[in-house]
């Protein structure tokens, strides 16, 4: 692995410092350098110490595409913005947290998170990556491996170049779609709903071969996590999501995530073959 053609990829911080902490010093570990690390953004949601963590991912210089969350918070709306069904279980539990978050952050803060980019674009290994938070058409979307391929594909013929790397939806998922890419690193702040307490980001490396997808594991301190929400006086759904790894509602979720629910996800590469050169035309 060559260091300076490998990327670092995660999403969804979701104020959860403890997991940010880790990242950064699994980062250090695999010699990856802040500026060959990027987040899919929603800096602040569910945890415990969105003031700090903000901090941590802004001080680091590692590149972040604006979430819904962060949106929200930028322009101190009035909710998260992440496109739950009014009354649903996941808009009653957003209002706890993001009226906690909205109550800490601060005015620089607030200011920093409303100037992130909705888009930023990155080459590896050849290809044009656009990354976005939702999709090309929304912010919020949940795009999910088994959101069905048209909306992806719309999404890429919207964006261009060869491939997306998303967020919001907090689940880790590659996809090859007729030669271009999806991929969702995952998110750090919450569990994959796979059972466990592990939370996920990748690894994009250039090979002889083509760019390598790797999708990684980290465990953490979610303990200490679950210690600052409950200090935070946020309500215990999500505070026990990140012990069980189990999500407290699955509205969101595809027929497809839902069943796979509790099911441990394991640690998988994919090898996105490099583009083979065009072959010369016999002379006549
Ligand atoms: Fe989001």
């Known amino acids: ?53 903000i901090d941590l991912i802004r001080e680091s210089g590692i590149a972040v595409v604006g979430g819904n969350c962060d949106e929200q918070l930028g322009a101190s709306a009035s909710d998260c913005g992440c496109g739950f069904e009014p009354d649903s279980a996941c808009a ?12 800490v952050v601060r005015p620089d803060q ?22 976005i938070h939702g999709s090309a058409h929304s912010i919020n979307s949940f795009i999910f491996a ?5 909306e992806k594909r719309r999404s890429l ?45 990748s690894i994009v490396s250039e090979t002889e071969a083509g760019l390598a997808i790797a999708h990684r594991a980290l465990p953490y301190d979610h303990e200490g996590a679950q210690a600052a929400m409950r200090s935070a006086g ?3 759904s999500y505070r026990k999501a990140l012990a069980t790894g189990l999500w407290p509602s699955l509205d969101v979720l595809p027929d497809r995530e839902r069943a796979e629910t509790g099911r441990p996800i394991t640690e998988a590469s994919t090898l996105w073959p490099a583009r083979q050169p065009a072959r010369a035309l016999p002379a006549v």
Request: hydrophobic content about 40%; charged content about 15%.
């Open 110 to 131: 607030r200011r920093w998170l409303a100037s992130l980019p909705g888009r930023i674009d990155l080459q590896i290994g050849g290809r044009s990556l656009a990354a």
């Open 234 to 236: 946020l309500p215990e």
């Open 157 to 201: 013929d919207a964006l261009g170049g060869d491939g997306v790397i998303g967020g919001h939806s907090g689940l880790p998922f590659t996809q090859l779609l007729g030669g271009r890419l999806w991929h969702n690193p995952g998110v750090i702040g919450m569990p994959a709903n796979d059972g466990t307490p592990r939370v996920w980001f």
């Open 92 to 103: 009653r539990l957003s209002a706890a947290w993001y009226a906690f978050a909205d109550s």
């Open 146 to 150: 088994g959101t069905p391929e048209g």
């Open 1 to 53: 692995m060559t260091r300076d053609r490998t990327w670092l990829l995660f999403g969804g911080p979701y104020g959860n410092l403890q997991a940010t902490q880790a990242l950064l010093a699994e980062a250090g570990r695999l010699g990856i350098p802040p500026d060959r690390m990027l987040c899919t953004g929603d800096l602040v949601a569910y945890c415990g110490n969105p003031v700090e963590t």
